[in-house]
């Protein structure tokens, strides 16, 4: 045990995701090391976080506005609708620069063992916004794992009445692998979904 | 350092540090068994999707101080796709997974009735031949069962008179004969008593041909007896999609 705040501030880094109790404390040393100004810094950077960070109120997304950076830009095609399940996952599919649409992040996949349900999701917002006929075309990008899998069966069985295209991003073999490495589900959706090649 | 082989289905996952996960294996002989997979979340993991929940696979562990290892794991059967493409029986094997892991509280006791139970029942939910909510019901009677808290739908729970009986009572142990009744205890249809004791034995031809409204009652009073004896409820329960 260290003296008052010292002991404070291990205790609170200690409730960090991955942050274990010598990991806190070396963290803990490091900012009692470090320059004035640099820990100055990272106090501003996590307060401003709290302070001006809020969700988006079309999309879920993390925004600095009522409305993301996405949601406000005219160039993005308002017809595609991207289903994710977090905003981390936005950043992934940006990052990839093939979607051109727009987003709806949940907040969470359904799992009814943790006591998840649809309606802890956003997806009456979801529904709200396919209500006007706009988006043609629904993508449903949440988690390739089971609770993923069963979010996106309910969500296409909710929204396929409503008349518009439903597609499931693709799985199955990761590029750069070896396939006799490949898991047997794995494989197996990969032939599934195997196209035509075009030559 | 040990090392084991057993075969199990998958129960639950949860998140560990960066990309490891811990799962959580109701295994054939260890009983409930709690496994750290390495590298399960990286998309090149060698486990790939066998380590997902509902999974029936084939283990090499070695065991540790709290938390056993996975090594290596083989699909025994993938019941995973099936499941999570059709929402119903989604809801429906989490709650079972979820009584099984609720019934076999303690660790590495083995439990290998549980476990056949389980891998049958996920294997009926699949086939799709049967009504989901059917094939929860049944497993739960059977669990419960198992488990010592067979349910009597016959014969009055307290004194054995034999049945048929108009009262069931959920905390007394089943049915009731009109003497052992007492104030507040259902009175079901007594097709749904046919139905429930049909569940139970596996009677499945005498169980389809109860009327919808006598199953709804059945699960209502399968699930009121399940939470009286697990005492804490169960959080997937509430979610399960009945048509």
């Known amino acids: 045990m260290y003296e008052g705040v010292v002991q ?70 308002v017809t595609v609708l991207c289903v994710v399940e977090e905003p981390k996952d936005v950043v992934a599919i940006e990052r990839t620069r093939e979607f051109r649409g727009r987003y709806h992040v949940l907040g969470g ?57 439903v597609t499931r991003l693709a799985s199955g073999l990761p590029v750069g692998g070896d396939l006799e490495y490949a898991d047997e589900v794995t494989l197996g959706r990969a032939f599934e979904g195997r196209r035509l090649i075009d030559v | ?43 090149r993991s060698r486990f790939g999707a066998r380590l997902e929940p509902f999974m029936h696979v084939d283990l090499q562990l070695y065991e540790g101080r709290s938390l056993d290892v996975v090594t290596q794991a083989e699909t025994v059967a993938s019941y995973g796709a099936a499941i999570a493409g059709h929402y119903p029986r989604y809801t429906a094997a989490t709650v ?78 089943g049915a009731l004969c009109a003497s052992c009744r007492v104030p507040g205890v259902a009175t079901p249809a007594p097709d749904t008593l046919l139905l429930l004791a049909a569940l139970l034995s596996g009677e499945w031809a005498v169980a389809e041909g109860v009327e919808v409204r006598h199953r709804r009652e059945g699960s209502g009073l399968v699930a009121a007896y399940l939470q009286w004896h697990l005492e804490r409820g169960l959080r997937s329960l509430p979610l399960v999609e009945r048509a």
């Open chain 1, 109 to 165: 996949a359904i799992s009814p063992i943790e006591g998840v349900g649809p309606d802890d999701l956003r997806v009456r917002e979801l529904m709200t916004r396919l209500a006007d006929g706009v988006v043609t075309e629904l993508i449903l990008a949440t988690d390739p794992n089971l609770e993923g899998e069963a979010t996106a069966t309910y969500l296409a069985r909710l929204v396929k009445p409503m008349g518009l295209t």
């Open chain 2, 96 to 173: 079972m997974v979820e009584t099984a892991e609720r019934f076999t509280s303690e660790e590495r006791q083995p439990a290998m009735q549980q476990y056949l139970l389980l891998v049958g029942a996920l294997r009926t939910l699949v086939e799709g031949e049967r009504v989901p909510e059917m094939v929860l019901d049944a497993f739960l009677l059977r669990s419960l069962a198992v488990a010592g808290y067979a349910p009597s739908f016959a014969d009055c729970a307290r004194c054995g008179e034999p049945g048929p009986h108009a009262s069931f009572g959920v905390s007394h142990g």
């Open chain 1, 8 to 77: 404070d501030l291990i205790d609170e880094l200690g409730r960090l995701p991955g942050v274990g109790p010598k990991g806190a404390q070396r963290i803990a040393f490091h900012l009692l090391a470090a320059d004035p100004a640099d820990v100055r810094r990272l106090v501003a950077a996590i307060t401003e976080v709290k302070e001006r960070v809020h969700f988006c109120r079309v999309c879920g997304n993390v925004a600095q506005d009522e409305e993301c950076r996405i949601c406000r830009d005219p160039r993005r095609d």
């Open chain 2, 1 to 43: 350092m040990s090392l084991y082989r057993d075969q199990g289905v998958v129960l639950r996952t949860q998140k560990l540090g960066e990309a490891d996960r811990i799962v959580s294996l109701l295994t054939r002989e260890h009983g409930r068994v709690r496994a750290v997979a390495k590298g399960v979340r990286r998309t």
